[in-house]
């Protein structure tokens, strides 16, 4: 069975720390992402990665960076995180092309 | 720019009643695909289904069906019968380059369905 791990479901921070979310994926996949879920606006790309070391910023990439230094995996960073990053975050990836995404079950993170 | 709209904030149906959930899109490629997910309680997005912009057959799949119109830029999905298990967050996902000529998915909104006992 095909799997998008990702490493917690649930996690509490503080203001200002830093904080790793981590994704792992064994289908061999080119194509990495990471998406916000906000009520009322649906998933918005933050990083995507097509390739190890390779990564492009998506829609809200500001207050994140990611690392993709093995195929399979790939980090989600808040830097400093801050109350307004509080949110789900979901981890996917895909093959090359117009395929379609496997996706995590999600870490919902609350900054406080 | 490209865009998926699902305007259907929250719709709520009886068991067994038919319910059709929207999605209009805007891109500009002459070739695209089209997603729709399935978010249960439990949080993983589940694929349904996708679709190439020259295919507009409309696709069944039990009591899943798919009607896709390029003329009104239309991906609609009906859920016959609807049962209780149907009660998730519904996505409708377009395919879309990305400026560095890599592929994204844009995702929409967001449609909840409950369906009631």
């Known amino acids: 069975d095909v799997k998008v791990t990702q490493s917690s479901r649930y996690l509490v921070k503080r203001t200002g720390e830093k904080v790793f979310l981590e994704c792992v994926q064994d289908m061999d996949h080119e194509n990495m992402f990471w998406y916000r879920q906000d009520p009322g606006l649906g998933l918005r790309l933050i990083y995507f990665s097509y390739d190890v070391k390779m990564k492009e910023k998506g829609d809200i990439p500001e207050g994140y960076s990611v690392s993709r230094e093995k195929k399979e995996r790939f980090s989600l960073i808040l830097e400093s995180a801050s109350t307004n990053q509080t949110s789900m975050y979901l981890c996917?990836?895909?093959?090359?092309?117009?395929?379609?995404?496997?996706f995590g079950q999600g870490t919902r993170l609350t900054v406080v | 720019a490209q865009k998926v709209t699902q305007a259907q904030t929250e719709i709520s149906v009886v068991e067994k009643e038919d319910v059709t959930l929207d999605c209009v899109y805007e891109?500009?490629?002459?070739?695209?695909?089209l997603f729709w997910y399935k978010q249960p309680p439990s949080g993983e997005l589940v694929f349904l289904i996708r679709?190439?912009?020259?295919?507009?057959q409309n696709e069944i799949s039990g009591r899943y069906s798919w009607n896709f119109q390029k003329s009104t830029s239309s991906f609609n999905f009906t859920i016959t019968a609807s049962q209780v298990v149907d009660s998730a967050v519904y996505f409708c996902a377009l395919s879309g380059v990305h400026t560095s000529g890599t592929y994204k998915y844009i995702f929409g909104t967001g449609t909840r369905l409950k369906v009631l006992a």
């Open positions: 891109t500009r490629d002459t070739t695209y695909y």
């Open positions: 679709r190439n912009s020259f295919d507009e």
């Open positions: 996917a990836s895909s093959r090359p092309g117009n395929t379609e995404a496997f």
